[in-house]
């Protein structure tokens, strides 16, 4: 990506260090990350390296001991939790590893919840035809495989129009071929929309779909490299 345009995300110096009582731990230790506007970036590492950590402060849902962190003008260090909160609803869309769906409501009616706090939602039955499950909206959880509940995930996640799409492990609970799927979806939502995605992934050979991939270790982010050329989630294989 070409560094003659601002980045979306800056952050310098990050530290996170957290607390058990007698025990620390280190989970960044000064980590400085450019993030630009409609990329997609892959966070690679194996478990325990700080990936989730990193995630959940570009997505607000923490804020580090020590460092500077902003996403555009809105600053994300900041101990101003309804700052953060705003931050989150009007910006950020996330996809986790478990889908999290309410069991008791069909795919419709979850985005739907989620579509009712945003301030410019697309409509769920929109959400969901992007993620190929036009044909699903009145089905429950229980109803749907795990690869269609994590698009449905997906769905409510992209309802409200995010500029930012974080996905922790977004394939972690999956099979290969449905993992595929998935990741199909997220590709499709960032060359689509332009929807900046950051996704986490211990898995090396997901890293060939990003346009560039930010490798991390015990805290620290140890090779950066960018893809010449991005392989379609079709292509991977693992
Ligand atoms: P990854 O996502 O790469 O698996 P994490 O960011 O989840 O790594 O964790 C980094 C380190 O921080 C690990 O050693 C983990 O045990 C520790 N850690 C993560 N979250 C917490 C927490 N809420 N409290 C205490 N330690 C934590």
Redesign the pocket.
């Known amino acids: 990506m070409s560094d003659a345009r601002p980045p979306v995300f800056r952050a310098r110096g990050i530290e996170k260090v ?1 607390r ?1 009582g007698e025990v620390e ?1 280190r ?1 960044l230790r000064g980590v400085d990350v450019d993030l630009y506007e409609g990329e997609l970036v892959v966070l690679l ?1 194996p ?7 990193l995630l959940n402060i570009l997505g607000g849902l923490d804020a580090p001991s020590a460092g500077t962190v902003s996403w555009r003008d809105h600053d994300l260090a900041t101990r101003d939790d309804r700052l953060l909160t705003r931050y989150r609803r009007d910006h950020v869309g996330f996809v986790f590893q478990f889908y999290n769906l309410v069991p008791s409501l069909t795919a419709r009616e979850n985005v739907a919840l989620a579509a009712e706090i945003s301030e410019h939602p697309l409509r769920p039955e929109e959400a969901l035809e992007r993620v190929g499950l036009g044909d699903r909206l009145d089905h429950f959880p229980a109803q749907l495989s795990g690869g269609e509940q994590q698009r449905v995930a997906i769905a409510r996640a992209v309802v409200k129009r995010p500029d930012v799409l974080l996905c922790d492990e977004p394939t972690g609970a999956l099979d290969a071929a449905t993992g595929r799927l998935v990741l199909e979806v997220l590709d499709r939502v960032n060359r689509e929309v332009g929807t900046t995605t950051v996704l ?1 992934t211990h898995n090396a050979s997901i890293a060939d779909m990003a346009d560039r991939v930010i490798a ?1 270790s015990d805290g620290r982010i140890v090779r950066e490299r960018v893809n010449a050329t991005k392989k379609r989630p079709a292509e991977l294989s693992w």
């Open positions: 957290y058990m731990v989970a590492g478990s325990g390296s700080g990936k989730s950590t986490i991390l």
